[in-house]
């Protein structure tokens, strides 16, 4: 359910005057007709999980959606662990709240940084990744179109071991080989060992290495200036908030006479809800609540657009090179330059050179004599 | 000189005597207690866990003290060590602490080579001791003994099993140091994870043959706390050094807007376990498995490599003297093959260059003849030419002077005529 219906929607009234029926057109009902159009489509999102074995990705993503997607889940021991390599493997569930369908795929990536020697772990991640991106790319492009599936990875939540001291070289290079590929929401995972001032700490830690190493996360879009000023203020708290330090459950406990998910310790109880606690309600609301749609759009707006402008400029180039007018794929006519154009302009663009140099001198002569 | 004990008087009968009165030598372990007081006590600790995991505030928490400590960098290129010893004094016990910590462990991508500084440090160490030992002149009662008496292994608190460095690292340490394993930052798991964490981590260690220190169990006065300790390794600790106001006392905990973690409250964390078994109840027994077990299979690979051995091909047990004059002909006679192999090659290859100048002479021998007989030819040649020239000039001179004799007396004849 979206919390803030920001659109006002006006069931024409029927009264006696004539007049206003003429003044009111109707187009305000748009809103309501997407709404409805696309309850009756239904969504989809596919989500990716990556960090080290134990980081608790499991558990939060089943807090996230309240249910269990890893029911008989096999953990490896260390011994089989030391040369492991990363695997994807997808769950595909159906889930439906108040009549909208969701088709949540979640992509997790076991054996991610389990390994004694971890270089280039991240290949097999960023190669699934493009390998979406292709093939919604053919399917974009080829003849039938009227049963696309979107496949591919619209968000990936990245799990930071809060036993540091901020990022670790292996976490960089991660995010660094994806943050073009997809949207990145770094995580600080167990939030539950880190006390208030050492959470600050670390956010602001990782928040200032983030910056130094040049990685782009994915950045919330900015409120419009015309949102009530409550609004802009939750938003810039969410801002300020991140990364999300979070805590997942799988058990339901008692706590202050109500059932609530959370962990019991000796020493206390954290629930996960409690806003005290940890940032899971802020991580939910804004991957759920409020920006699951905008996650889509970067996605297809940004980073598919990047790969598809790059794979095309590949395949000019490579055109270009053969002389060759087969296409691997079949696209449709594009208004690609030939050889012989190309070198025309070419051989224009030297000409333009040239003579602007000549006026140069012209203009430098005539300048010297005065 | 070999590890078991001898008994010296087997051969003689040896009697139980009952004393008539209080002659005082149950006063010897007191004397030794006193003497080894004021020489002061030595330990070592050497911390192995990833950056951040808080090997230092442990430190600080078990020896109520603040060491001091920079934090270190997650982009250390490799893994090294740092040793710091300090001077601490409790009653009127001193007791001089050195604290090994390993800065770049777990940070890197490729951690194949992570376990290789911590067991060359630990080597060095037994290396150093045993130059010591074998010294002409020593002076062991004053030497700093730097050799690790415990390594205390720092566990991520994942809640599922061990890391497979954490496997690797301990395997290639346990037959040279006593590894304590302790669950660090355990307020992080809850008691049933945490049971089941422990029974993972242990039955890992078990199936990978990794040998972990155990408490001492043969002494009565201690047996049965220790017994009792080692079914609850790994310890889970839980380190600070601020306090927190819990009820009207102030003690060491971790302030969370859930709860407030005791550290020196057992139900809450292993730490109390910690420090009575490594400071107040085992540390002597420490120090005695390094010289005892550590240090002697290290002494004995090391002597053995050298090519000592204790009994010679016929079982004769072999002295140490006798060993190193046959070593050192060895040696010698090594020395002596070495120093006539590399004459012959010095010999040999001036015999080559030798050769090869000769060669050289004789071609150029050859290409200076070869250049005289054509110089010579060439030289005929143009006398030759010269000879030819002359006789062509003589007869053209001869020619010449024919027809100007010739001329001469034609004029006349042209007069006459008219």
Redesign the interface.
């Given at each position: 359910m979206t919390s803030n219906i920001r659109y006002k929607s006006r069931i024409p009234v029927k009264t006696e005057d004539s007049m206003e029926e003429k003044q009111y057109v109707g187009f305000a009902t748009l809103p309501n007709q997407v709404h409805r159009k696309s309850v009756k489509k239904g969504f989809d999102f596919t989500l990716m999980v990556a960090g080290?074995?134990?980081?608790g990705k499991s558990t939060l993503v089943n807090s996230l959606f309240l249910t269990d997607l890893y029911k008989d889940r096999k953990?490896l021991?260390?011994?089989e662990?030391?040369n492991?390599t990363v695997e994807i493997i997808k769950h595909t569930v159906d889930i439906e709240e108040k009549g909208v369908k969701l088709k949540l795929t979640i992509v997790d990536t076991p054996g991610f940084g389990?390994?004694?020697?971890?270089?280039e772990?991240w290949k097999p991640i960023t190669d699934y990744i493009d390998q979406q991106f292709e093939q919604y790319f053919r399917d974009e492009s080829g003849l039938n179109r009227k049963n696309i599936q979107d496949n591919r990875v619209h968000c990936c939540l990245y799990f930071i071991?809060?036993?540091?001291?901020?990022?670790?070289?292996?976490d960089v290079?991660f995010m660094k080989a994806l943050h073009e590929k997809v949207n990145i929401i770094p995580l600080i995972a167990?939030a539950?060992?880190l006390?208030?001032t050492e959470i600050k700490k670390l956010k602001d830690r990782i928040r200032e290495e983030i910056d130094k190493f040049g990685i782009k996360v994915y950045q919330f879009p900015e409120c419009d200036s015309d949102e009530d000023e409550e609004f802009k203020q939750l938003d810039k708290e969410l801002k300020e908030c991140t990364p999300f330090a979070v805590i997942g459950s799988n058990t339901v406990v008692e706590a202050r006479g109500q059932r609530v998910r959370g962990?019991?310790?000796?020493?206390?109880?954290?629930?996960v809800e409690?806003q005290?606690?940890c940032d899971f309600v802020k991580l939910r609301n804004m991957l759920i609540r409020s920006h699951m749609h905008d996650l889509k759009d970067v996605t297809c707006d940004v980073h598919y657009e990047n790969y598809r402008a790059q794979c095309i400029q590949e395949m000019t180039s490579k055109l270009a090179q053969d002389n060759r007018m087969e296409s691997p794929i079949p696209i449709l006519p594009l208004s690609t330059p030939d050889v012989d154009t190309e070198k025309l302009i070419k051989m224009k663009d030297e000409e333009l050179r040239r003579m602007q140099e000549m006026l140069n001198k012209m203009q430098q002569q005539m300048h010297d004599k005065d | 000189m070999a590890a078991t004990d001898v008994d010296v008087f087997s051969n003689e009968e040896k009697r139980n005597l009952s004393l008539g009165g209080h002659v005082g030598f149950d006063s010897l372990p007191d004397q030794l207690v006193s003497k080894s007081v004021t020489q002061g006590f030595c330990f070592n600790i050497l911390c192995v866990g990833e950056t951040g995991i808080g090997k230092s505030t442990l430190m600080n928490t078990l020896f109520n003290t603040t060491f001091e400590n920079e934090e270190a960098s997650h982009y250390q290129n490799g893994v090294y060590l740092r040793p710091r010893t300090y001077d601490l004094q409790e009653s009127n016990v001193h007791l001089k602490l050195t604290i090994v910590d390993t800065v770049g462990f777990g940070d890197q991508i490729n951690k194949d080579e992570s376990y290789k500084p911590i067991v060359d440090y630990i080597d060095t160490q037994f290396e150093n001791y045993l130059q010591e030992e074998l010294k002409i002149k020593r002076s062991l009662f004053n030497y700093h003994d730097t050799r690790i008496h415990i390594c205390l292994y720092f566990i991520a608190p994942t809640g599922h099993s061990l890391k497979s460095l954490d496997l690797v690292t301990m395997k290639k340490l346990d037959s040279k140091v006593n590894i304590i394993p302790i669950i660090a930052k355990a307020d992080t798991i809850s008691k049933s994870e945490l049971h089941k964490f422990k029974i993972k981590i242990m039955s890992e260690l078990v199936s990978n043959g990794v040998q972990i220190y155990q408490f001492p169990t043969d002494d009565e006065a201690v047996s049965e706390i220790n017994a009792s300790m080692n079914a609850h390794l790994p310890f889970a600790v839980v380190g600070s050094v601020e306090e927190v106001k819990v009820g009207n006392k102030s003690v060491r905990a971790r302030q969370y807007p859930w709860g407030v973690v005791q550290v020196e409250n057992e139900s809450h964390c292993d730490f109390v376990k910690l420090r009575e078994m490594l400071i107040r109840v085992n540390m002597e027994d420490l120090r005695e498995q390094t010289h005892a077990r550590h240090y002697e299979l290290y002494r004995r690979c090391k002597l053995e490599e050298m090519g000592f051995k204790d009994t010679d091909p016929d079982s004769q047990p072999f002295s140490l003297q006798e060993t190193y004059e046959t070593k050192r002909k060895e040696f010698l006679g090594d020395l002596q093959q070495k120093e006539e192999q590399m004459r012959q090659m010095f010999v040999n290859k001036v015999k080559e260059t030798e050769a090869e100048l000769k060669e050289k002479e004789k071609e150029l021998h050859e290409k200076f003849e070869q250049l005289k007989r054509m110089h010579q030819d060439e030289k005929r040649k143009v006398e030759e030419k010269r000879r030819d020239l002359e006789d062509e000039m003589n007869a053209f001179n001869r020619k010449k002077m024919a027809s100007e004799t010739l001329s001469l007396s034609q004029p006349l004849k042209k007069d006459k005529k008219n």
């Amino acid at each position: 359910m979206t919390s803030n219906i920001r659109y006002k929607s006006r069931i024409p009234v029927k009264t006696e005057d004539s007049m206003e029926e003429k003044q009111y057109v109707g187009f305000a009902t748009l809103p309501n007709q997407v709404h409805r159009k696309s309850v009756k489509k239904g969504f989809d999102f596919t989500l990716m999980v990556a960090g080290e074995s134990g980081m608790g990705k499991s558990t939060l993503v089943n807090s996230l959606f309240l249910t269990d997607l890893y029911k008989d889940r096999k953990l490896l021991n260390a011994e089989e662990r030391i040369n492991q390599t990363v695997e994807i493997i997808k769950h595909t569930v159906d889930i439906e709240e108040k009549g909208v369908k969701l088709k949540l795929t979640i992509v997790d990536t076991p054996g991610f940084g389990d390994a004694v020697n971890n270089n280039e772990c991240w290949k097999p991640i960023t190669d699934y990744i493009d390998q979406q991106f292709e093939q919604y790319f053919r399917d974009e492009s080829g003849l039938n179109r009227k049963n696309i599936q979107d496949n591919r990875v619209h968000c990936c939540l990245y799990f930071i071991p809060p036993f540091g001291h901020g990022l670790r070289p292996v976490d960089v290079e991660f995010m660094k080989a994806l943050h073009e590929k997809v949207n990145i929401i770094p995580l600080i995972a167990k939030a539950d060992c880190l006390t208030p001032t050492e959470i600050k700490k670390l956010k602001d830690r990782i928040r200032e290495e983030i910056d130094k190493f040049g990685i782009k996360v994915y950045q919330f879009p900015e409120c419009d200036s015309d949102e009530d000023e409550e609004f802009k203020q939750l938003d810039k708290e969410l801002k300020e908030c991140t990364p999300f330090a979070v805590i997942g459950s799988n058990t339901v406990v008692e706590a202050r006479g109500q059932r609530v998910r959370g962990r019991l310790y000796p020493w206390g109880i954290v629930e996960v809800e409690n806003q005290s606690h940890c940032d899971f309600v802020k991580l939910r609301n804004m991957l759920i609540r409020s920006h699951m749609h905008d996650l889509k759009d970067v996605t297809c707006d940004v980073h598919y657009e990047n790969y598809r402008a790059q794979c095309i400029q590949e395949m000019t180039s490579k055109l270009a090179q053969d002389n060759r007018m087969e296409s691997p794929i079949p696209i449709l006519p594009l208004s690609t330059p030939d050889v012989d154009t190309e070198k025309l302009i070419k051989m224009k663009d030297e000409e333009l050179r040239r003579m602007q140099e000549m006026l140069n001198k012209m203009q430098q002569q005539m300048h010297d004599k005065d | 000189m070999a590890a078991t004990d001898v008994d010296v008087f087997s051969n003689e009968e040896k009697r139980n005597l009952s004393l008539g009165g209080h002659v005082g030598f149950d006063s010897l372990p007191d004397q030794l207690v006193s003497k080894s007081v004021t020489q002061g006590f030595c330990f070592n600790i050497l911390c192995v866990g990833e950056t951040g995991i808080g090997k230092s505030t442990l430190m600080n928490t078990l020896f109520n003290t603040t060491f001091e400590n920079e934090e270190a960098s997650h982009y250390q290129n490799g893994v090294y060590l740092r040793p710091r010893t300090y001077d601490l004094q409790e009653s009127n016990v001193h007791l001089k602490l050195t604290i090994v910590d390993t800065v770049g462990f777990g940070d890197q991508i490729n951690k194949d080579e992570s376990y290789k500084p911590i067991v060359d440090y630990i080597d060095t160490q037994f290396e150093n001791y045993l130059q010591e030992e074998l010294k002409i002149k020593r002076s062991l009662f004053n030497y700093h003994d730097t050799r690790i008496h415990i390594c205390l292994y720092f566990i991520a608190p994942t809640g599922h099993s061990l890391k497979s460095l954490d496997l690797v690292t301990m395997k290639k340490l346990d037959s040279k140091v006593n590894i304590i394993p302790i669950i660090a930052k355990a307020d992080t798991i809850s008691k049933s994870e945490l049971h089941k964490f422990k029974i993972k981590i242990m039955s890992e260690l078990v199936s990978n043959g990794v040998q972990i220190y155990q408490f001492p169990t043969d002494d009565e006065a201690v047996s049965e706390i220790n017994a009792s300790m080692n079914a609850h390794l790994p310890f889970a600790v839980v380190g600070s050094v601020e306090e927190v106001k819990v009820g009207n006392k102030s003690v060491r905990a971790r302030q969370y807007p859930w709860g407030v973690v005791q550290v020196e409250n057992e139900s809450h964390c292993d730490f109390v376990k910690l420090r009575e078994m490594l400071i107040r109840v085992n540390m002597e027994d420490l120090r005695e498995q390094t010289h005892a077990r550590h240090y002697e299979l290290y002494r004995r690979c090391k002597l053995e490599e050298m090519g000592f051995k204790d009994t010679d091909p016929d079982s004769q047990p072999f002295s140490l003297q006798e060993t190193y004059e046959t070593k050192r002909k060895e040696f010698l006679g090594d020395l002596q093959q070495k120093e006539e192999q590399m004459r012959q090659m010095f010999v040999n290859k001036v015999k080559e260059t030798e050769a090869e100048l000769k060669e050289k002479e004789k071609e150029l021998h050859e290409k200076f003849e070869q250049l005289k007989r054509m110089h010579q030819d060439e030289k005929r040649k143009v006398e030759e030419k010269r000879r030819d020239l002359e006789d062509e000039m003589n007869a053209f001179n001869r020619k010449k002077m024919a027809s100007e004799t010739l001329s001469l007396s034609q004029p006349l004849k042209k007069d006459k005529k008219n």
